[in-house]
């Protein structure tokens, strides 16, 4: 009785043993099934959060974008403004329909329709070579006014200055002014440039004067409308002495000057002291070189650049070939080795457009100061 006692009492520890795990078991159970359902409820808010977010940034980047927009189209609407005024500014400066512009000037002054190209070397006293002429500045900036003035104080000359067109064409219509050379700008008040020159070039009166563009405007388009007015060449700013001199010996020469001869040799590049010490030459054989040459060579001024116009590079060559034998025999080193300088060029088939203009300005400049040397001694 015992024994069966114990034994049931063995099972029924078993049974509460197994109820206790089972009832463990389905609490834990709850509690694994609730933490899942809180982790999912969790999850799905993250996941609304996130919807709204996007949402959200969507908003904010549709928002950003519109904002760009206005912007983009602020600077556009900005950039086509100033590119208006831009275009307004260069395009349109209609010359007066009053005026009527006569080509008889080009019958007296030539033209220069390219960039001008620097004479190497000059130096600031060189401008003196051009003393006796009389020049006048237009051009309303008073500190252009300034560094053109000090570039010119050499010419020992007085230099007018006027500040826009109107003022131009009174100094030059006034008789009591003759000009050797006008420097114009062209954007400035009252009157621009294009229209004082169209009233100048409508006299005959002032056919022979050059008018050279000096400007900022690097576009080409009033550049164009300054050639259809009458201007015959163009400088651009910031201005470069080297080109000033370039064009400058293009259209003044030295028969006004009371320069020194020796100072003239040295602006031009002339030594005649060695070909003295070099073949035993007085001055008797120097002069008579001197007069062969311009008696026979003078014509090439004019000859040279037409016949690279038309790209009749043989005769250039061979009229290089006879320049550089002549020039070593009467001192012009200078142009002796610019001339050495243009062989080269067109034995290597460059461009030579600019030589083109260096050689008339240089060439002019030579012959001029050989005609002077002759008529001192």
Do not use: C
Not at 99 to 111: F, L, S, W
Not at 134 to 143: A, G, M, P, R, T
Not at 347 to 373: C, G, H, M, P, V
Request: charged share 30%; hydrophobic share 40%; proline share 3%.
């Amino acid at each position: 009785m015992g024994t069966e006692i114990s034994e049931i009492g063995e099972y029924a520890l078993y049974i509460l043993y197994l109820l206790l795990v089972i009832a463990t078991g389905l609490f834990l159970y709850s509690l694994q099934k609730r933490k899942l359902s809180v982790n999912i409820e969790e999850k799905e808010k993250k996941k609304n959060s996130y919807k709204v977010d996007n949402t959200l940034l969507k908003q904010q980047q549709k928002h950003i974008l519109k904002d760009e927009v206005k912007v983009l189209k602020k600077d556009s609407s900005k950039k086509e403004f100033e590119s208006d005024i831009k275009d307004k500014d260069i395009v349109k400066r209609p010359i007066e329909k009053t005026i009527e512009i006569k080509d008889v000037y080009k019958e007296n002054i030539d033209i220069y329709e390219d960039a001008m190209p620097p004479i190497e070397g000059v130096k600031p006293h060189f401008f003196k070579y051009f003393k006796g002429q009389k020049l006048l500045i237009v051009e309303d900036n008073k500190i252009n006014q300034k560094i053109l003035l000090n570039v010119l104080n050499n010419i020992d000359t007085p230099i007018d200055v006027a500040d826009n067109g109107q003022e131009a064409i009174d100094k030059v219509f006034d008789p009591s002014n003759q000009y050797d050379m006008i420097l114009m700008d062209i954007s400035m008040p009252v009157m621009d440039g294009i229209n004082a020159t169209a009233s100048i070039r409508a006299k005959d009166l002032y056919d022979n004067i050059p008018i050279v563009t000096v400007t900022a405007f690097t576009s080409g388009v009033e550049i164009k409308q300054m050639f259809e007015a009458g201007a015959n060449a163009f400088l651009t700013k910031p201005l470069d002495i080297q080109k000033l001199f370039t064009v400058m010996l293009l259209f003044l020469d030295n028969t006004k000057s009371d320069l020194s001869i020796t100072d003239e040799f040295e602006i031009v590049g002339i030594d005649l002291n060695t070909v003295e010490n070099t073949i035993n030459a007085n001055k008797d054989d120097l002069k008579e070189a001197i007069e062969e040459f311009i008696n026979k060579f003078e014509y090439l001024e004019d000859k040279i650049p037409m016949w690279i116009d038309n790209h009749d590079f043989i005769e250039v060559q061979n009229a290089l070939d006879e320049l550089d034998m002549i020039l070593d025999l009467i001192g012009a080193k200078k142009m002796q080795i610019f001339i050495e300088q243009m062989k080269n060029a067109l034995q290597k088939a460059e461009d030579i457009n600019s030589y083109k203009i260096l050689f008339k300005a240089q060439y002019k400049a030579l012959l001029n100061t050989y005609r002077k040397y002759l008529n001192s001694i």
